[in-house]
């Protein structure tokens, strides 16, 4: 068959999609992905090598309803409210696949987590964006703006903190919540994988708002990136009408095993928070004093805007990965104290 015969059977939104982009490092340090400069704790390890020699059978049903009560108490709900997902990404997935019709519209802020736009694009949904207002230090959310949007809409997706602006955009506040939910034609999706770093979350508001859903992860404060373990918060029926939608075992048993021993002890994911947070107000404030532009951020990450030179490149070539978002803005993960003093020394060299 001829290569052109192929690429006629595709659709042309798979064509066009360019998906999730980053450049990679091999030897360096790796301040790109907003992961944690932490590996997991070892008693998660103790856990998850226990059942590696049961690699040969599919997990027990058991295994998925511990993660889901243990979710529950996390968040203060119930186990029906809980849909582990094989990263919160495999969460924004099933939603956006699932309660999204054909053809249907889906709205978010611009900028924002860049999955959105590749997950409805990939389903031929329309997106329409909603442009951040750029202040001092910090960028603002256009709710009126997004309230009108929104109303034809099936899904209205927000991440907050905002990534890449680690800037809040619902803060947790109910009114916000409570005229999104009742002004959109389909679901409210508050994406907040940054939940540990910013304290605040309106995943209690589930119970009042059926049409609400709150995705998290364990791959920032938890340290379990590699793990691939997120999961959904929403009405019971929601949760059951996208858990029939899903495989019956796309949850490996270590990644499993993983995030039930982590929130049964969440502990150790504060602190992992509070020092990476402390450790972004050092870099934030070094940085101002070398005279960049960076924005106040509540997440695990600092975005840099720089008019004049290259900061990937340059520091790439320092052996430190960033990502750079449009031409002249630049975001930075927090690493470990000893990470951000080699960003701050390599980007000393500019000054």
């Keep these: ?21 980053y450049k990679e490092i091999e030897n360096g340090i790796r301040l790109n992905l907003n992961e944690s400069p932490f590996p997991p704790p070892s008693f998660i390890i103790e856990e998850v090598a226990k059942v590696l020699s049961m690699g040969n059978r599919y997990p027990d049903s ?52 860049t999955m ?14 909603v442009q951040l207002k750029e202040g001092e230090d910090s ?22 903190p905002n990534n890449p602006t680690g800037s809040p955009m619902i803060g947790g506040k109910r009114e916000i919540i409570e005229k999104l939910a009742s002004t959109v034609k389909g679901f409210v999706l508050i994406d907040e994988a940054y939940y540990e770093f910013a304290g605040y979350t309106v995943v209690g ?9 709150v995705t998290r992860t364990l791959s920032k404060a938890f340290s379990l990136a590699g793990f691939r373990l997120g999961y959904l ?7 059951k009408a996208l858990n029939a939608s899903s495989g019956p075992f796309e949850i490996p048993l270590p990644s499993i095993v993983a995030g039930i021993t982590a929130l049964e002890n969440p502990r150790y994911a504060r602190e992992v928070a509070k020092t990476i947070s402390d450790n972004r107000e050092f870099l934030y404030n070094q940085l ?54 080699l960003v701050v020394n390599a980007l000393r060299e500019l000054v």
């Design 1 to 21: 068959m001829a290569s052109k015969d192929i690429k006629e059977r595709l659709d042309p939104s798979l064509l066009s999609n360019e998906g999730y982009k």
């Design 62 to 113: 058991k295994y998925y309803q511990k993660f889901k009560e243990n979710a529950a108490r996390y968040v203060g709900l119930e186990p029906d409210n809980i849909l582990p997902t094989a990263g919160s990404d495999n969460a924004i997935k099933a939603i956006i696949y699932n309660l999204v019709k054909p053809n249907g519209k889906i709205v978010i802020n611009e900028p924002s987590f």
């Design 116 to 129: 959105y736009e590749i997950y409805a694009k990939a389903r031929g949904i329309s997106v329409v964006k």
């Design 139 to 160: 960028w603002i959310q256009d709710t009126e703006k997004l309230l009108e949007m929104s109303k034809e809409a099936d899904l209205v997706a927000i991440d907050d």
């Design 205 to 213: 508001m589930v119970k009042d708002y059926p049409n609400l859903l």
């Design 233 to 239: 918060v929403g009405d019971s029926k929601v949760v």
């Design 288 to 341: 101002k004093e070398l005279g960049f532009k960076v924005y106040r951020s509540l997440a695990n990450f600092l975005l840099i805007k720089d008019e004049k030179r290259n900061l990937l490149d340059f520091l790439m070539n320092k052996g430190i990965a960033i990502k750079r978002f449009y031409d002249n803005y630049y975001r930075i993960s927090i690493g470990t104290k000893e990470q951000c003093e």
